[in-house]
């Protein structure tokens, strides 16, 4: 079974633009988690999205949005970016939305923005 | 309040050895999921390792144990046998029963250093 995929891999901004970021999630999964990750603030949860819904949303600015199409498909839009939104920014899926054995989060390889 | 505390900064091991990784954990919460979760240098979060707080037994995957002490509050990651392929940060997560959807509380991670 195919892992989680994120594209693009790597991005270059400038400040003030604004970027989309994308994630597949495993078949058959139909939660999608967001989660930036910097050196000072480590791992932050962003947004999860779940038949096409936000369920859960972290504590980031309204700059950061997303959407979840009906493929369970996941984008993340950040606009008017600033420097510090310079992170690793990682996807994650699993199976349900409820927590507990069997619905482990499974991680892509990250989309690795840098905003000048 | 941090709710994932991971003391160690970095940590070092030669090939073969056993090394914990320490993880306490704060909630008030009677019901809980603790997993551990390997990141290389490539970025992927790959998961190890997942205890449920009313598991009785600790949780093994082949060479990952998890040294679950729910008074302390503390859920340690034990690799047996070290290999050099074991080098990368290693991260300690939670999540709670009582919260939506399946948001994952991170520890700001441990990195090991295996040697041959």
């Known amino acids: 079974k195919a892992g989680v995929t994120q594209t693009p891999r790597y991005l270059i901004k400038t400040r003030g633009q604004q970027v989309t970021l994308s994630c597949s999630p495993i078949?058959?999964?139909?939660?999608v988690s967001w989660y930036q990750q910097t050196p000072g603030q480590g791992l932050q949860f962003l947004f999860e999205?779940?038949?096409?819904?936000?369920?859960n949303k972290g504590n980031f600015p309204g700059r950061f949005s997303g959407r979840q199409f009906s493929n369970s498909r996941s984008e993340m839009n950040v606009s008017t970016l600033e420097l510090g939104d310079s992170a690793l920014y990682l996807c994650?899926?699993?199976?349900?939305?409820?927590?507990?054995?069997?619905?482990?989060?499974?991680f892509g390889p990250g989309t690795r923005l840098t905003v000048l | 309040a941090q709710k994932i505390t991971q003391t160690q900064p970095g940590m070092f091991v030669q090939e073969k050895e056993a090394v914990t990784l320490d993880c306490t954990y704060d909630?008030?919460?009677?019901?809980?999921?603790l997993f551990w979760y390997k990141q290389p240098s490539s970025g992927e979060m790959i998961f190890l390792i997942y205890?449920?707080?009313?598991?009785?037994q600790n949780a093994t995957e082949g060479r990952y144990s998890l040294n679950f002490q729910k008074a302390r509050k503390s859920a340690n990651l034990v690799i047996s046998a070290s290999q050099l392929g074991d080098s990368a940060m290693y991260f300690c997560?939670?999540?709670?029963?009582?919260?939506?959807?399946?948001?994952?509380?991170f520890g700001k991670g441990t990195t090991l250093s295996v040697s041959s």
């Open positions: 909630t008030s919460d009677q019901s809980y999921g």
């Open positions: 078949s058959g999964h139909r939660s």
């Open positions: 999205y779940f038949s096409e819904t936000q369920r």
């Open positions: 994650a899926s699993s199976p349900r939305l409820a927590g507990g054995p069997g619905n482990e989060q499974f």
């Open positions: 997560a939670m999540r709670e029963s009582n919260q939506a959807g399946t948001a994952l509380i």
């Open positions: 205890q449920g707080s009313y598991d009785e």
